[in-house]
């Protein structure tokens, strides 16, 4: 139980920046919270407690991600042999963002949905969670120079992919 209270807010707001869906973002983190619980025995220490949470949180959220895509993609099927339109998704709205910035947030978080799933990681972990270079690392299980590059490749993306997004909506 005092595990859950110390990381219950950094599993949850973790889960929700990656899969951008509350109800999704709680199962989700209560998955993430039955694995520690089953699989504390196997922590050996080799990093902090915390960096190994945070490690089965961005797992199990994009395993989450690449399921709901698998099941997209057969719905899309099963819907162009039955003849039915696909309802579009709800955007996007994170809580906490103030309602004269929600637009933009939806805005930037529909292109960080776009970049490519290590990179979307970094970027969230970095710029949500605050975490710093070498524990993002420790995370991915990876080099500081390799944060460094996905870092700088996630920021590229996105002003590509904003950039894109405001010419064709401005015009």
Do not use: C
Request: no cysteine; aromatic share 10%; proline share 2%.
């Amino acid at each position: 139980m005092e595990l859950i209270s110390l990381y219950q807010n950094k599993v949850f707001n973790t889960t929700l920046s990656i899969v951008q869906n509350m109800q999704d973002a709680e199962d989700v983190a209560q998955e993430v919270f039955v694995t520690v619980y089953e699989k504390i025995y196997q922590f050996k220490g080799d990093s902090s407690l915390s960096t190994w949470i945070y490690r089965i949180t961005v797992r199990h959220s994009l395993d989450f991600i690449r399921k709901q895509k698998r099941r997209k993609r057969f719905a899309f099927v099963q819907s162009l042999f039955a003849g039915n339109i696909l309802q579009p998704v709800k955007d996007f709205q994170h809580p906490g963002i103030q309602l004269e910035n929600a637009e933009r947030a939806a805005i930037l978080f529909k292109a960080i949905e776009k970049l490519p799933d290590t990179q979307k990681v970094a970027f969230l972990l970095h710029k949500t969670e605050g975490l710093s270079y070498a524990e993002i690392a420790e995370v991915l299980q990876t080099t500081v120079p390799a944060i460094e590059s996905l870092l700088s490749r996630a920021k590229q993306n996105l002003k590509k992919h904003l950039t894109h997004y405001y010419e064709k909506n401005e015009k």
